[in-house]
């Protein structure tokens, strides 16, 4: 099917109703050049009467550039994505940019597929996302600007933007100090990924500056799930009194939510005995979980926009920029983590 | 920025260093023409020692079409249009089209705006998506083939995929008779969303089919919300045994969960005295449900998957249809419902 088909009117239809060249014509509609606003107004109403529609395919030949971001996910979109997405969008469709959208499923095959496809249609640009803070291997270099979010690149030549787990991990446990708890537990996700490492790091620096051990038996490693958080619990509330922690940050929402069920079944109360915060922020859990959930909010959607005027200013000529650049978290306060 | 640079190589390029015309070049990279298979081949490697990238945009103006379609959500990215989304690109990606994404926002000068962007930009078809089942306000007549998917057309002379909610809900109802349940009661979302009327209409009439009555105090509406689950689930377990249900049809997983939740503070049992459904089968929520939840599933992605390839067929000239066409759901049976 041609989309160009004969009946649609052109630049010479819209030139003969106004009584004026192709050529004036197709300056009114680029907006260059010196003209009466007089034939301004009769060559726009006459493309108006027309239904004349510019050919964006033309002016991007000419212009050599498409308007349009390629975004390739190096995951299936999930919850971490979507706000990310969001806010990638928002910030290029300010810039009266489009973005094509492309899943390579961490499959490298599918990836590679994508970005020919992606640099034949001349894309102005490129963002690369995936789920995780684990390093993914470079695509670079290419003859376009490029900027990876959450996933930094494995090249440090090239742009990352990721949000800082290790700062937000030392505000949860700051938090944690800061509401009188003396001895804090770390119960992390899955142990290959970076987020268990990097936010039980970051835990273990703001404890040693206050001072406080961070004994190996308080810190537990298992899974992303509520059914982990859950067991965690089980755990931590079989404990005598004296040697159980009366703090625990949980390296997901999910996770604090298992777990704070977990300490209810088990007859320990939250806040009152022990103090607990998450981490990603995630309304449907923070706001479900009962008592609501402290944690801390990676801002997924800020990291998109960001990212995506990074792009925006290096596709006008500007410096891109290179090396993982970490964007700070903040700490949403509920009513899990405080005692009263 | 250019991208089309002056050091990227040309057909004239490739043409010099295999020793043929540009016409040859021409032919053999779009395929076309009787060539030896020697001269395809010293083509083919000349172009690949260079570089050298056809150029989608000069191919597009020549053949009429962009192989992009636009995909036009009417509201943020959430956990609907993710799956929905996924299903249409996996289907578009297989045709070798791209996607460009565009989010609404349900603000129709923002719709508008993008509408216009996706025509000048000649993509090939249009999606539609929102995160509801209400109908939307047309968008039509356009002169590329369109398609909506979950929220449909208020114009019954376009095509629009949606799931069979009236079907899922008396799966739903069936089974929860099926396990001997005598009194059903039905707990809806938000009063005025097409999805909780729906669902109750679903309901009344698989229980009307089996002889049994729903009284207007077992239908509970209220909000998507665990919390307004939980207050279900207090007004529920506040009548007498006698009067009380012993069956709940919940309008969303959110909703079940709450319910579950709530119904067990109360110290009434599920599934062992009351049967729960939840409608999304949302990994998230029934998993994590204790006990797990059955679940009607509407098979989002499956589809964004059928609404794409009714589209690649109607771009390649088929017969589009009208209409709004929906899809069955399935349900999942997990612990919440089975008495055992």
Not at 91 to 102: D, F, K, N
Not at 118 to 144: A, F, H, M, Q
Not at 215 to 243: C, F, H, K, N, Q
Not at 248 to 276: K, N, Y
Request: hydrophobic fraction near 40%; charged fraction near 20%.
């Amino acid at each position: 099917m041609a989309v160009i088909n004969s009946a649609a009117p052109t630049v010479r239809d819209v030139a003969r109703l106004a009584g004026v060249s192709a050529g004036t014509v197709s300056k009114v509609l680029n907006g260059r050049g010196q003209l009466r606003e007089q034939t301004r107004a009769r060559v726009q109403d006459a493309a108006s009467k027309l239904g004349f529609r510019p050919n964006h395919l033309a002016r991007s030949l000419v212009e050599g550039r498409t308007y349009t971001v390629g975004l390739l996910t190096s995951d299936r979109f999930g919850r971490f994505s979507m706000p990310l997405i969001e806010g990638i969008e928002d910030s290029l469709g300010a810039g009266r940019i489009l973005t094509l959208l492309c899943d390579g499923r961490g499959d490298p095959l599918r990836e590679r597929h994508y970005l020919t496809e992606l640099l034949n249609r001349r894309v102005d640009g490129l963002v690369l996302t995936g789920r995780r803070t684990d390093p993914r291997p470079s695509v670079g270099p290419l003859p376009i600007p490029l900027v990876y979010v959450l996933s930094p690149s494995d090249n440090v030549r090239e742009l990352s933007l990721t949000y800082d787990e290790l700062q937000g991990s030392e505000l949860a446990i700051s938090h944690l100090l800061a509401m009188g708890r003396k001895r804090i537990a770390y119960v992390g996700g899955k142990p290959r990924h970076q987020s268990t490492r990097s936010r039980l790091e970051g835990s273990q620096r703001a404890l040693a500056a206050a001072g406080v051990t961070l004994p190996s038996t308080d810190v537990l490693i298992g899974d992303w799930s509520e059914a982990w958080g859950r067991t965690a619990a089980t755990m931590l509330a079989g404990r005598p009194a004296a040697e159980r922690a009366d703090g625990v940050f949980c390296a997901s929402d999910q996770i604090a939510r298992g777990l704070v069920d977990g300490l209810h079944e088990a007859g320990v109360s939250v806040p009152e005995e022990v103090s607990v915060v998450g981490f990603d922020n995630w309304d449907v859990m923070v706001e479900a979980s009962q008592p609501t959930l402290t944690s801390v909010d990676p801002h997924l959607s800020t990291l998109g926009r960001l990212a995506a005027s990074r792009l925006l200013a290096a596709i006008d000529g500007g410096h891109l920029g290179s090396g993982v650049v970490p964007q700070p978290c903040d700490l949403v306060v509920r009513q899990s983590s405080f005692p009263g």
